[in-house]
Nanobody
């Protein structure tokens, strides 16, 4: 029902910026709860940013707060993750998640998302 395609990953220097895009299709965009997860080998997937279906509520992991911004582009059905001041520990595969929630709240756990993209790799060089 919902398809998600990530793009925008790549290699960037410490202190640089990247903007990841998650293009959503197959459902009304305004109905979607959206989030960005990342997974580094040997670690559990981590929710780095989430946004409620209305866009009115957001969540950021402490490690990225103040550096990353999640936003919805309703005209293009894209959720962006703007990443600034990148650090080596930001290196990971980044995944977009979505759900059609029964509530309007930000999803804070993997179980709050049931649609997934294939991921895009971000590498931050020291």
């Amino acid at each position: 029902q919902v398809q998600l395609v990530e793009s925008g990953g790549g290699l960037v220097k410490v202190g640089g910026s990247l903007r990841l895009a998650c293009a959503a299709s197959g459902s009304t965009f305004s109905d979607l709860r959206l989030g960005w997860f990342r997974q580094d080998p040997g670690k559990e997937p981590e929710l780095v940013a989430g946004v409620s279906r209305s866009g009115g509520d957001t969540y950021y992991a402490h490690s990225v707060k103040g550096r990353f911004t999640i936003s919805k582009d309703t005209a293009k059905n894209i959720v962006w993750l703007q990443m600034n001041n990148l650090k080596p520990e930001d290196t990971a595969a980044y995944y977009c998640g979505a759900s059609l929630p029964s509530t309007a709240e930000v999803g804070l756990h993997r179980r709050d998302y049931n649609y997934w993209g294939q991921g895009t790799r971000v590498t931050v060089s020291s």
